[in-house]
């Protein structure tokens, strides 16, 4: 029975069954030979001569499924290694440069002849400057003549007299005759403060850069017959 199943073709694959069969095996040798010491007859001994016989077997039939492994794994792909074939790569030759050809004296006349920056090119560029320097010019008088903006403001003044017996239109004609670069006068009228005293409220405009509030009131607090006090009322820029 081990014999048959040694014969089978994929007995490799099927090992398990093959350690059972060993483990049977010895089992059964070690069986009939404990019972043979306690026995001194005949089925002792036949039954040993039947396990020496089926070790043999089993022997030999291991030693062919050796020889079938080593025959399957020398013929199979992954063991026929072949000798990586070796290059031979020719030294490198060093390549020289060609030679110049020496230029001809009629070369070198063409070479001459050639005006990398021609005469064309440099009057081209004395028109452009030109007319850069003319386009320039023109902007600068026309800016020029252009009025430049000028900051002004609006100024409303309170000038208050000493008492009700100071003649009014006399205080409005001293504060009208202070003439400022940058000042122009507005209207003006007398508005009532209390026990019959009036104060005079004038408008005027003044540009910023040559008139200041503090000028006006230092101009106008001169008058000191008249004016008591000046104040600024409103101010809003222009």
Not at 29 to 39: D, E, H, L, T, W
Not at 63 to 87: I, M, W
């Amino acid at each position: 029975m081990a014999t048959n199943f040694l014969a089978h073709e994929k007995i490799w694959f099927d090992k398990f069954k093959y350690d059972d069969a060993e483990r049977r095996f010895y089992e059964q040798m070690n069986g009939p030979v404990a019972g043979a010491s306690r026995q001194s007859s005949g089925p002792g001994a036949s039954s040993g001569t039947s396990g020496d016989h089926m070790v043999q077997e089993l022997q030999q039939a291991i030693s062919k499924l050796e020889a079938r492994l080593n025959v399957l794994e020398k013929s199979s792909p992954g063991h026929r290694a072949t000798a990586p074939q070796t290059q031979h790569v020719s030294p490198m030759r060093q390549v020289e440069p060609p030679a110049k050809k020496p230029a001809t004296p009629a070369e070198d006349d063409e070479d001459d002849d050639i005006d990398l920056f021609g005469s064309d090119n440099e009057e081209e560029d004395k028109e452009a400057a030109q007319l850069r320097e003319e386009r320039l010019r023109q902007y600068a008088e026309k800016k020029a003549k252009k009025p430049a903006l000028v900051a002004k403001s609006s100024i409303l003044l309170d000038v208050k007299p000493w008492d009700d017996e100071t003649d009014m239109a006399q205080l409005e004609a001293c504060v009208r005759s202070i003439q400022l670069d940058g000042l122009v006068w507005g209207a003006s009228k007398l508005v009532p403060v209390g026990y019959g005293i009036r104060k005079l409220q004038i408008q005027c405009v003044v540009e910023d850069d040559k008139v200041g509030t503090d000028l006006l009131e230092e101009e106008i607090t001169k008058f000191e017959e008249h004016v008591q006090s000046v104040d600024i009322a409103a101010f809003n820029k222009i």
